[in-house]
């Protein structure tokens, strides 16, 4: 969780990651900052996001990334 | 002759065909030739000099293009103004370029209307623009006296002052350069061109004017569908859409995500890209899943009207090697000089220069940025020729080629935007909180990093910021200092601030 925080801090840090839940529908992040997310992440858990997570519901908040990235870790 | 007669023409070949196409609405070349009428006529009453600037509050819909038409058409240029920027820059550009009027198509925010107030310009609606008259004896009156000297557009980008520089191009530029873009790859009036630039950037040039040239479509694809692109590869296959001609940036969009793992286009043919060096892992991609299409690297700044180099890809590239910038096209003179205003040799690096009818106007009121880089072209002392001496640096490779080596100066390339790094240390310095400001550019790995002396913590300081540049112009990483490190020179030493940047990763 606090690897995801980092990860996102680093993209934009004046961003409240903390209280915010719409971060790709409330188009707080743009398409080439999401393509950075994606694929930091990748890189600092060491795994590959597949396409099909690219919806908005994977993104939108800290949780939903960190569960998203628990599930790709449990299918490994 | 003008563009306005690639429209002309288009309209009598094609009346009834859809030239642009948004996700709500479309427009057919008889419709577009109308509208565009409409808007020139309603715009000579609140705008009757010619050659004045008339802003367009810009959106990615057809109504932006039919405004720019009906703008050129009453030899007046346009000035897109993207409306996702901080007011206070949109303030700026306005104050700098004082538009005989601003247009807005439904999308103007009250926090503008006090910038349009200051320059007194007029704030015209389209939707009411257009249930105007049209004066078809006006119309044909004007583009009798046109020129194709006549300023067509102009574009801002970031300039090292803090004020955004603003790139004026004519007509016959546009008339020199479309043709020969469209014979060069063989494109016909079927051609769909998926258009993913925004209007107020050059590339977007390309996919309009060829269009209208061509008499084919354009499908402008909506900003969401790069977002989440699953969405993406669906509407270009919806759209039939044949050929892309997309930054760099837009293009690793796809690549980066796996997107073609899920779905790949079925009927691209023709894919050109440009605006920063393609890593050729992420062109790979693209081969992979669509090994039968034209990729071709095209360069230039918009200074020249869109691109002076191109390179279509004839062979595959390994992962370390670097694309060629590659040739010339017709009709744009391009030469390297090195430091001593001589011809670079194999092995050697030197400055981009074009010359030719690609070169802009200059600098919208702006003498002196002008006249530092149009410039009398250094191997000719016999009579006028301007060149455009381009800042960017190229290496002739033993192999003959030339390949892009980097910057002059402290513009840098960043998600896609031209940013001059002297435009966000001016704006950071600004803050009544900082007192010294620099910023730096990690090129391989994308960060904007900023060091700056001040009273306020980072957060605070960003935020400020962020009321006064567009949100591509932020800092990634921020160090607070107590001081900053000097070169013998008294300078401050940029090296010792990337070494404590990379010391900190």
């Known amino acids: ?76 | 002759m003008t563009v306005i007669d690639y429209l002309y023409h288009s309209a009598e070949l094609f009346p009834e065909k859809t030239a642009f196409e948004d996700s709500q609405k479309s427009v057919t070349y008889r419709e577009l030739l109308s509208n565009a009428e409409t808007i020139c006529t309603q715009l000579r009453q609140v705008a009757p000099v010619v050659k004045s600037p008339i802003a367009v509050l810009i959106d990615r819909n057809v109504e932006s293009i039919c405004c720019f038409l009906g703008i050129a058409m009453g030899r007046n240029f346009y000035v897109p103004i993207d409306i996702t920027q901080p007011e206070e820059r949109i303030g700026t550009i306005l104050r700098k370029v004082s538009p005989a009027a601003v247009i807005s198509l439904g999308n103007c925010k009250e926090s503008f209307l006090p910038y349009i107030e200051e320059i007194k310009a007029p704030l015209l609606e389209y939707s009411e623009l257009l249930k105007g008259e049209k004066d078809p004896g006006l119309v044909r009156q004007l583009q009798e006296e046109a020129l194709d000297t006549d300023p067509l557009y102009a574009l801002s980008t970031s300039g090292s002052t803090g004020i955004p520089k603003t790139v004026l191009i004519s007509h016959r530029s546009v008339l020199d350069f479309i043709p020969v873009f469209c014979g060069t790859f063989h494109f016909d009036s079927n051609e769909i061109f998926g258009n993913q630039a925004p209007f107020d950037f050059d590339v977007s040039v390309k996919d309009i004017y060829s269009a209208l040239y061509l008499g084919a479509t354009v499908y402008i694809i909506p900003a969401v569908c790069f977002i989440m692109p699953k969405l993406l590869i669906q509407t270009m296959n919806d759209k039939r859409i044949s050929t892309i001609i997309w930054a760099v940036s837009a293009m690793c969009i796809v690549s980066e995500l796996n997107i073609f793992e899920l779905i790949t286009p079925t009927t691209l043919k023709k894919v050109f890209f440009s605006g920063e060096v393609m890593p050729v892992s992420m062109l790979n991609v693209w081969i992979k899943y669509l090994p039968d299409a034209m990729y071709v690297n095209l360069y230039g700044p918009t200074e020249i009207t869109c691109n002076c180099l191109y390179y279509i890809i004839d062979r595959s590239f390994d992962p370390d090697e670097r694309l060629p910038l590659g040739k010339p096209f017709k009709n744009e003179g391009v030469f390297f000089l090195n430091d001593n205003g001589q011809p670079i040799k194999p092995g050697e690096t030197g400055e981009i220069y074009v010359t030719g009818t690609c070169l802009s106007l200059g600098y919208y009121k702006d003498p002196e940025k002008t006249k530092e880089v149009f410039i009398q072209n250094p191997l000719n002392p016999d009579f006028p020729e301007l060149a455009y001496k381009s800042g960017d640096m190229a290496e002739l490779g033993e192999d003959g080629n030339y390949y892009f080596s980097a910057r002059r100066d402290f513009q840098i390339k960043h998600m896609g935007h031209r940013i001059e790094l002297e435009d966000i240390e001016m704006h950071l310095n600004s803050l009544p909180s900082v007192t010294r400001a620099v910023c730096l550019y990690d090129e391989p790995r994308k960060k904007l990093i900023t060091f700056y002396i001040g009273t306020e913590d980072y957060i605070s300081v960003l935020n400020q910021l962020k009321k006064l540049v567009p949100k591509y112009m932020i800092p990634n990483i921020v160090f607070q200092q107590d001081t900053l490190p000097r070169n013998k020179n008294g300078k401050i030493d940029r090296k010792a601030l990337f070494a404590i940047y990379e010391k900190s990763l």
């Open chain 1, 1 to 76: 969780m606090e690897k995801i925080l980092e990860i996102l801090k680093a993209i934009d840090p004046t961003i409240d990651y903390e209280n915010i839940d719409n971060l790709i529908d409330g188009k707080v992040l743009d398409s080439l900052q999401i393509v950075t997310l994606v694929t930091e992440i990748s890189n600092k858990f060491d795994i590959t996001i597949s396409p099909k997570y690219l919806e908005p519901k994977y993104f939108n908040s800290v949780d939903a990334i960190w569960e998203m990235v628990q599930d790709i870790q449990d299918e490994l």
